[in-house]
């Protein structure tokens, strides 16, 4: 029938790479963008740890770092790497679940989402052999039914859910110990992950009294090192010091 006879078998009974098939050194690229991506404190784990250079393989990911990698970064790594074809639509499959994890969601949005990913199914099926549609792929479509449903708590509020058995009573139970403890994490003397610094903890220090005119930022890294400033420097340092600090300024004027 002359259908997808880039999926047949050649002369010696052997298949063809498909359009998402990298090499080795397409690989290494890819890796290579993902390893050297610089995001703010917090938003992602330390992806370079997780990058195997020499087998060139990627291994220890959690779930919140996938979903950074799908919804983000992987449009960008796949840029040189692949057809311009499969490109195009592995973006449309990334937007639709960067889009579908916003916090704020309009009716009107998930509508347009839903025949979206109708079209971006459609597009994989011309480019992948059938046996990549799995079950898995095919939830895709039921996704924005499911957040009509149950809004941008559900996956939440199942989380809660210890006994299986009693799914209701579960989550009420655990609704209530959470309220309770964010009630009782108002008070400053309690720690709470509401209350504790963060890991990377460069705000001022509020019990710092040896500098009063320059608090100190930050906190220090590595070891200490000395170094001396030339007169111009120090020229620099004492003109800005004399025209920034408040302390100073009556006597400027």
């Known amino acids: 029938m002359g259908i997808k006879e880039d999926l047949w078998q050649d002369e010696n009974g052997k298949y063809l790479p498909l359009l998402f098939t990298m090499t080795r050194e397409q690989r290494k690229i890819f890796l290579t963008t993902l390893k050297n991506v610089k995001m703010p404190d917090g938003y992602l784990s330390n992806i370079s740890r997780c990058i195997d250079d020499q087998n060139t393989k990627i291994f220890g990911l959690k779930s919140h770092d996938c979903h950074i990698l799908m919804q983000h970064l992987l449009p960008l790594a796949i840029r040189n790497v692949l057809p311009d074809s499969m490109i195009a639509v592995l973006v449309e499959f990334c937007l639709f679940f960067k889009e579908l994890c916003c916090k704020r969601l309009n009716i009107l949005d998930l509508d347009k989402l839903q025949h979206q990913i109708l079209l971006t199914l459609c597009h994989l099926e011309i480019l992948l052999p059938p046996s990549f549609f799995t079950v898995m792929v095919h939830l895709t479509c039921h996704l924005i039914e499911e957040v009509k449903l149950g809004g941008l708590m ?87 010091l004399l025209l920034n600090c408040p302390k100073v300024q009556p006597y400027v004027e």
Do not use: W
């Open 154 to 240: 559900l996956g939440h509020m199942k989380s809660f859910v210890r006994n299986r058995a009693q799914p209701e009573g579960s989550i009420s139970e655990v609704y209530l110990a959470e309220e309770t403890l964010n009630f009782y994490s108002l008070d400053e003397e309690v720690e709470s992950r509401s209350n504790r610094s963060r890991c990377v903890d460069d705000r001022p220090n509020d019990n710092e009294t040896s500098q009063i005119i320059y608090p100190q930022l930050g906190r220090p890294v590595g070891s200490s090192s000395t170094f001396t400033h030339t007169s111009l420097e120090k020229t620099q340092a004492h003109r800005y």
